[in-house]
């Protein structure tokens, strides 16, 4: 029996996507705290928003848990990559507990601007969005009372502050680009002495991703984004991709997949966010090539060779 023909389908897998360096070290510090410690090993939150890598985690023995009232006072706790609040490692620090912090040095120097910012006397304006654990950790490195939060352009024009010419500003890491900038701009036209971060707090992985993805988008029929609904990056994938024009759909695997609303494109558009692994990509790649007479493209926008060290106490 003929087996109906595949209709050609070529696939623009942007690049850069997927892990992150800040991810591959928040990983690796639970495996070899797994290795150092045996398990189990907890972790305050997930270590990051991917499913797939937080399961896998499980299986070797990782515990998630979301407060550390949960977490055995004879066993060891990860914090996750977004960062925790100050009195996270205080509380653990009191009840003697061994614990290994995974935060993003990206964010961590989010932390420290903050701390010098309140030094200076300043009252900061923190973009970014509620209830995102990265949010929250950053809010926490300060005093209440001293840093306000701001999500949107509106938020700008009625926010209320102390004193309108001692202000400074800081952005969550994985923000969109575009839609940050806005935010800046109306900032500094109702706060003309704002003080500015010294260097971008977009993160440069989430600001690759969102450019490959617009080198892309306008060539492609339909773009996939695979990621988290909990991962902020991963949904700003798809506002890039609709804001230039082209329907984006997030997945968290394969199996995701709406193929009424996929259809039968010619171009389809593919990327990951910085917290999913690339055997996931390969994984949607064989769903389509199922259906699809599939021809790889790889469209390389800027090169990635950012690392970070791990916590002397795990490789010593």
């Keep these: ?19 992150c360096a800040g991810v591959d070290r928040a990983i690796r510090i639970v495996e070899l705290a797994l290795e150092r410690f045996g398990a189990p090993v907890y972790v305050r939150h ?19 848990v979301e407060e550390l009232d949960k977490v055995p006072d004879d066993r060891p706790v990860v914090f996750s990559a977004h960062g925790v609040p100050k009195a996270v490692p205080n509380k653990a620090t009191e009840r003697g507990l061994t614990f290994v912090d995974a935060t993003c040095p990206l964010v961590s120097k989010v932390h420290r601007q903050a701390e010098r910012l309140i ?18 950790g950053t809010m926490g490195q300060v005093p209440d009372g001293s840093i306000s939060l701001v999500e949107t352009v509106e938020d700008v024009g009625s926010i209320v502050v102390p004193d309108p010419l001692n202000l400074a500003f800081l952005t969550q890491t994985t923000l969109s680009v575009d839609d940050t900038a806005e935010i800046v701009a109306a900032l500094q036209a109702r706060f003309p002495s704002i003080k500015t971060p010294r260097s971008e707090d977009i993160c440069y992985a989430t600001s690759n991703r969102q450019a490959a993805v617009k080198v892309i988008a306008s060539s492609c029929e339909r773009l996939l984004v695979i990621g988290s609904p909990k991962s902020s990056n991963s949904l700003r994938l798809v506002e890039v991709s609709e804001r230039e024009g082209t329907p984006a759909r997030l997945i968290q695997r394969a199996t995701d997949i709406d193929w009424d609303w996929l259809g039968t494109p010619k ?13 996931l990509v390969r994984e949607v790649i064989e769903a389509l090539d199922a259906r699809f007479e599939v021809i790889e493209q790889v469209a390389d926008h800027e090169p990635e060779r950012m690392t970070f060290k791990l916590p002397r106490e795990l490789v010593a």
């Design 46 to 64: 997930e270590i990051v928003h991917n499913r797939y890598v937080v399961d896998r985690l499980r299986d070797m023995g990782a515990v998630f």
């Design 1 to 19: 029996m003929m087996l109906p023909e595949r209709p050609p389908l070529t696939l623009l897998i942007a690049a850069p996507r997927g892990f």
């Design 119 to 136: 030094d200076e006397g300043r009252h900061i304006l923190f973009i970014g969005h509620a209830g995102h654990p990265e949010v929250i």
């Design 267 to 279: 171009v389809l558009g593919l990327t990951a966010g910085a917290s999913a692994p690339e055997v």
